[in-house]
């Protein structure tokens, strides 16, 4: 298990430099000019030639990466071409809204989705499992921007009882701009859920084992809720897992459709003005908040399924 963890851990460093050279690469492909948005369009040649000196954007593109790389293994993500401010800065001032959305969004999905996955498996082809199921497949559908327009119309312009966006850092207050955003973001994982937990636990119900627990008289919800959803928990663990890592790194139409200011709308507004900095920073910072999320999730495996053992084979 140690050796495992060790492996994993040297392993992020490297990930991280590989995903900083193609996000550094593809940034040059995106078309636009931040010394225009900073300028505008009256500005005269000598000043755009200064500003693009100052930013080092004027030395070839090797330089550019170099340099950039350079400061990236010294811990300096640098500082915005726009915004005036350094880019780690910015990321951990916008963390909270973010952070607070991606947990509220989970847990919905979490509280909702596994019960009704375990419904659906236990009360196979009934007009509930039947019912969840058109739920799901409609939750999946949908487009993420389109439920939470839907939203928005119903909640917050007809029944006029939630506000269509904003945020609040201060309890309270903040919650009631979290709920829209939380279930426009929650309803999809919800959907997801529940037929990854249908599915896993139609596989697990029907192990020999779960046939001798209920041989021996053992209560059908213990049978259920001990035995056979414990270990149906994998793959809805590595999906949930995997999914927060994502969440964190930004919900980025969630965010922009309800202008909360998190790690998503930053990183739009700073593709929008290809602010490079910014943009590498908030790739990077979601890189390695999935990374941390994948190897927690990894980790976990051994604590629900015994099975399971991690080596450095894994």
Do not use: C
Request: aromatic residues 10%.
């Amino acid at each position: 298990m140690t050796e495992y963890i060790i492996k994993r851990l040297l392993l992020i460093p490297v990930t991280l430099i590989g995903i900083f050279t193609i996000s550094f690469l593809l940034l040059y492909i995106v078309p636009g000019d931040p010394v225009a948005t900073i300028v505008g369009q009256r500005a005269d040649i000598e000043t755009i030639k200064a500003i693009r000196s100052e930013l080092n954007l004027d030395k070839p593109l090797y330089i550019q990466y170099i340099t950039y790389l350079t400061k990236l293994l010294q811990g300096d993500l640098g500082k915005s071409f726009i915004r005036s401010e350094y880019v780690l800065d910015a990321i951990l001032e916008r963390f909270p809204a973010t952070l607070e959305l991606a947990l509220s969004a989970i847990s919905i999905a979490i509280t909702i989705g596994i019960p009704i996955g375990v419904i659906s498996a236990v009360k196979q082809y009934s007009f509930w499992d039947r019912f969840f199921m058109i739920f799901a497949i409609a939750g999946v559908s949908a487009p993420g921007f389109w439920v939470g327009q839907i939203l928005i119309l119903l909640l917050a312009y007809n029944l006029k009882l939630l506000p269509d966006g904003g945020y609040s850092e201060y309890f309270p207050e903040n919650i009631k701009f979290l709920i829209l955003p939380a279930l426009a973001l929650g309803i999809r994982e919800v959907a997801v859920i529940a037929r990854l937990t249908r599915s896993s636990m139609l596989e697990v119900i029907r192990q020999d084992y779960i046939k001798t627990a209920r041989a021996k008289g053992v209560s059908e919800l213990i049978v259920i809720t001990k035995h056979a959803l414990r270990n149906a928990l994998i793959p809805i663990v590595t999906y949930i897992g995997m999914d927060i890592g994502y969440l964190l790194g930004g919900a980025v139409i969630t965010e922009t459709i309800f202008t909360r200011p998190g790690i998503g709308l930053l990183a739009v507004q700073a593709l929008r003005d290809k602010d490079i900095p910014i943009v590498l920073g908030t790739v990077l910072f979601s890189s390695l908040l999935i990374v941390i999320a994948n190897l927690i999730t990894d980790l976990s495996y051994a604590l629900l399924d015994p099975r399971v053992k991690l080596s450095q084979k894994s």
